[in-house]
C-alpha cells in the first residue's frame, strides 16, 4: 500500500497540518516524499474515526436487511472505523464459534472494524448464561456482551454475568426495559399522545427502574455496567447519582433520541416506531444536557435494519428500528455543535474515544499522531443536503430522516490506512 498525505486538514485542537499515513500508522508528514498519494483536506476538520458500540448487522440471518458489507459501507459513509455488532442474529452470538464467525465476516467484507457482542444469555433466553468466558477468550476476544432487543430482566442472572465479567474487564450492556411495565406490545411513550392514538404505552419507570435496579448489582459485583440507549429524563437522574458514587456505570444515548419526539407517531409512520420510543420534548432536553456534562457518556446509532416487509404494517405491527450509521454525526453535530453545547474535542470524546473506551478496543478512539493507527474522518462542518433514503448504502430503507435538511459532513473516511469512502466532490 503506497503512502497518503493528506493535505491542510484543520485538526481542530493543533491548528492545521498535514497528515502523512505509512503502513496502515500516521507517520511524521516531514517523511513524505514524492511518491505519495494525495488527499486535498483544504476547508475540512480531521478527527478520529467513530465507534459504535450498537449497531445491528443482521448477518446471519437476515440478509435481506442488512450484511455485515452493506452495513460496514453504511458505517464508513457516516465516518465510523468500527462497529459493535449486536448479538441478536439468527443463531444467536453465544459462542465462541458465533463470535468467530462474525470477526471473521468483518475481516472478510467490512469496511470498518467489526467487533462481535455476546450475548448475556444462551439464545437471548434471559434465563441461562451464554458461554461469556470461552466468547472473551476466543479469537474475537469479546468484551462486551448484551441481551440487546431484550431485557436481562432476572437479577439473579444480572448479578452472575457482571461477576463473571469481571475477571476478563468485560461489561454488560443493558437494554433497559422492564417487561412487565412495557411489554413486546409498548410501541409509544406512555403518555398523551398514546392515550389518543390508543397505542400502549412504554412508561419512563420502566427503564429507569431496570437501571436503578442494575447500579445497585454493578456496585454489589464492582463490575463495569453499560446502558444502551437512555431514553428518559428519570434513567438520567439514575446514572448521575450512579456515578457521584462511584459506580462503575457508562450510557450511551441514540441520535433520534437527542433530535425527534413522540410527536412523530401522531403520522402513524411506522418509520418512527423504535424501542424505546421517541420521548416528548422535556426527554430530549435532558439528554442533550447529559451528554453535554458527561452524564451520558457516548452516542451510539442503534441502527436497525429492516426490511420492508417487516416495517410496512400498522403502526402497532410494524418492527422496532431505525436506520442511524450514515446520520449519526449529521445529527449530533446539528443537535449538538450547532446549539452550542458541545465543542468539537467533546463530540470526539462522545463518538470516538468513550465509545472505543468502553468496548477496549485499542485501535480506535486513538490522537492523530505519528505511531498511532490511521483511523481518521475527513469532514465539511458547513456542507448540509436534503436526506434521501434511496441514497443509503444500508440495504433497507427505514432512515427517519427522509426528506429532511441535515448536516452533511463526511468527506472521507480511513480506516488502517485503507479509505473506505471517499465523496464525489
Ligand atoms: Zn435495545
Not at 513524505?32 to 475540512?44: E, F, I, P, S, V
Not at 465516518?79 to 455488532?85: C, D, K, N
Not at 454493578?218 to 455496567?225: F, I, K, W
Not at 456534562?293 to 442503534?302: H, L, M, R
Amino acid at each position: 500500500m503506497s503512502d497518503l498525505l493528506i493535505r491542510g486538514a484543520d485538526l481542530v485542537s493543533r491548528g492545521r497540518s498535514d497528515l502523512l499515513i505509512r503502513n496502515r500508522h500516521f507517520a511524521e508528514p516531514s517523511e513524505a516524499d514524492g511518491n505519495a498519494d494525495l488527499l486535498d483536506a483544504d476547508g475540512l476538520i480531521a478527527l478520529p474515526g467513530l465507534v459504535d458500540l450498537h449497531t445491528h448487522l443482521r448477518e446471519p440471518g437476515r440478509e435481506d436487511a442488512e450484511t455485515v458489507e452493506s452495513g460496514t459501507l453504511a458505517a464508513a459513509r457516516g465516518g465510523f472505523t468500527a462497529v459493535l455488532a449486536m448479538a441478536n442474529t439468527d443463531p444467536v452470538t453465544d459462542t465462541a464459534e458465533a463470535a468467530e464467525h462474525i470477526a471473521a465476516l468483518g475481516a472478510r467484507d467490512g469496511r470498518a472494524q467489526v467487533v462481535p457482542v455476546g450475548a448475556v444469555s444462551k439464545g437471548l433466553n434471559g434465563v441461562e448464561l451464554a458461554e461469556l468466558g470461552l466468547m472473551a477468550r476466543s479469537n474475537a476476544a469479546v468484551r462486551m456482551f448484551s441481551d440487546d432487543g431484550h431485557c436481562v430482566w432476572d437479577a439473579r442472572l444480572m448479578r452472575r454475568a457482571l461477576e463473571y465479567v469481571r475477571a476478563f474487564d468485560g461489561v454488560i450492556a443493558q437494554h433497559a426495559q422492564d417487561p412487565q411495565l412495557a411489554g413486546t406490545a409498548a410501541c409509544c411513550h406512555e403518555g398523551e399522545i398514546s392515550g389518543k392514538l390508543g397505542l400502549t404505552g412504554w412508561p419512563a419507570a420502566a427503564e429507569a427502574g431496570i437501571v436503578a435496579r442494575d447500579v445497585q448489582i454493578a456496585e454489589l459485583t464492582r463490575s463495569r455496567l453499560h446502558i444502551c440507549h437512555v431514553s428518559c429524563a428519570e434513567t438520567v437522574d439514575v446514572i448521575r447519582w450512579a456515578k457521584q458514587r462511584g459506580i462503575n456505570v457508562t450510557a450511551e444515548v441514540a441520535p433520534h433520541h437527542l433530535a425527534l419526539t413522540t410527536s412523530e407517531v401522531l403520522s402513524y409512520d411506522p418509520t418512527y416506531k423504535v424501542n424505546p420510543p421517541l420521548r416528548p420534548h422535556e426527554h430530549v432536553e435532558v439528554l442533550r444536557e447529559a451528554l453535554a456534562d458527561g452524564t451520558i457518556d457516548a452516542v451510539a446509532t442503534d441502527h436497525a435494519p429492516h426490511a420492508r416487509h417487516d416495517k410496512e404494517h400498522a403502526f402497532a405491527e410494524a418492527a422496532f428500528g431505525m436506520l442511524g450509521l450514515e446520520t449519526a454525526l449529521a445529527v449530533v453535530i446539528e443537535t449538538m455543535i450547532n446549539s452550542g453545547l458541545l465543542s468539537w474535542p467533546e463530540l470526539v470524546k462522545r463518538m470516538s474515544i468513550m465509545p472505543a473506551q468502553i468496548a477496549r478496543l485499542s485501535d480506535q478512539g486513538r490522537p492523530l499522531t505519528p505511531g498511532e493507527p490511521a483511523n481518521v474522518i475527513l469532514i465539511d462542518p458547513a456542507a448540509r443536503a436534503v436526506q434521501n433514503r434511496d441514497n443509503s448504502a444500508s440495504l433497507s430503507r427505514n432512515n427517519p430522516w427522509h426528506g429532511r435538511e441535515l448536516p452533511d459532513p463526511v468527506v472521507a473516511t480511513i480506516w488502517a490506512g485503507r479509505v473506505t469512502y471517499q465523496k464525489e466532490r
